[in-house]
């Protein structure tokens, strides 16, 4: 019974991560940014790697929207697929696809965003580019 229940609420832990990432991921394809934006806890905090003006990690809802809309002002980064939605009981991530423009310059990227969720929003994230050099370069 005991091992039944564990895995009951192992199941559940589960599906209320998809349910926050797929939420996200929705909004985000919708174009919708108020709706992304009400996905992040007030304590969010980003970790964006490379070697680039933005990389490191940025506490705070506010800084790390931030980080993020000067991400697409350097990039002009446009969506173009959510490849997919993956969810365990402590952590969700989302494949995406997003197409980078910078001085005359395009790049179709492949980028894993991995979430941690704490009373049902985006906690934290941690970006991880296909390519780090290609992405550092639009960033710079």
Known sequence: MANNRSEIEHQAAIERTRLVVSRYASAWLAGDHAALAACYHDDFTLHYFGRNPLAGDHAGKATALGILAEVTRRTNRKLLAIVDVMAGPERGALL???????DGRTAEVERLLVYAVRDGLLSECWVYDQDQAQADAFLT
């Open 96 to 102: 995406v696809r997003e197409r980078f423009e910078r």
